[in-house]
């Protein structure tokens, strides 16, 4: 097999089946307090301030960061362990999860000393949220088509453009955003693009909310006008921006929550037709029991790698592809096999989270690189260009 198809199979250590323990625990404590009810899709749209703040003090945020920038030197597969359970179990997380799974990460390899210094420790206490700047509204898929250009002046940048679909821009401080320092040059496509940190309350940002067909709002539109961005805001390298969005984008696609945004409808879907359903039913649940299975094992060897140093990016975009395909599987199953009238404002569980699920779907083979750019990467790192 390709080297790079190769997913050592990776077992959890002893002491990261412990912290699970300690999660579950605190879990089960806050159900029982009614802090929060488990919902699909929670990285991406579920938002509690209080809760993003206990999972800090409880040192669970900014897990892999050095103790010196307010992270807590644990190892991947822990931080792993941390991400299952809170996915599982439906909780509140999007305020953080861009800022802990990527931005921060951003910032520790590329960002100056100050930036780290700044920036890190209170995105680590749960306190400090940041959002992908990536799409525009004519750059999705091709992101070396950003036209947001910022314009050298005195002591820093001035920025006018757009950014699109920007998921939890009206709850964030930061964005992280890429864009051109230099014009276009149809010859070298990826040049003049960088990277910077945007604070979203300066003069100049304007964030439009953009309603979900339910009626709810995680995207929005964020508009730039003459925004002076400081120096000291630029990550990295001028002109190095499209290395290091690729960079970040290893980071967005290669955990487990690109397998189980609709894990509690399936643990749902379980207890109904464990109760109530003919060997059809079952043996349709007991195959994505078996799917999951596999891609679990999956994502904890690209896990496993993280921790090796080697940033499995072809692996990471297999996980997704079939992740992602998984999550809208769940929600199709249990539409065919069970009867039920799903509505997000049901009083059954089960309805609530089919709506959920149903509603969500169509963004999961989306968000993050759709399924044909993820192929393409895997055919090319596979076959070659
Ligand atoms: C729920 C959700 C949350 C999001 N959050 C954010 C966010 O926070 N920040 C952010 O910056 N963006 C965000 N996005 C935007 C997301 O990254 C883009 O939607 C995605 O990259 C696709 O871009 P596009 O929508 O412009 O589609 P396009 O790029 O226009 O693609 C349209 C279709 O053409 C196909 N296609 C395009 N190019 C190729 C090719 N070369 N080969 C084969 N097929 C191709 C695509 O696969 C797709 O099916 C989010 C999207 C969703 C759905």
Redesign the pocket.
Known sequence: MHKALQLPVKKLPEDAEALRQEVREFIAEELKANTFEPQCDSW?GYFSEEFSRKLGERGWIGMTWPKKYGGHERTALERFVVTEELLVAGAPVAGHWIADRQSGALILRYGTEKQRESFLPKIAKGECYF?????EPN????LASVSSMAKRTENGWILNGS??????AHHSHYMIALVRTSPRDPEKRHDGLSQFIIDLSSPGVTVNPIRLMTGEHH?NEVLFEDVFIPDDMLIGEVGNGWKQGMAELAYERSGPERFLSTYPLLKELVKVVENDADKYAKVAVGQLIARLRTLRQMSLSVAGLLEEGITPDIAASLVKDLGTQFEKDVAETARLLISSSPSTSSDSQFEKLMAQAILHSP?FT????????LR?IVAKGVVGR
């Open positions: 991406l959002v992908i700047g990536l799409s750059s999705g898929s091709d950014k699109l679909w920007t998921s939890g995207f963004g989306l968000r993050g690189g759709t399924t044909e750019i393409g």
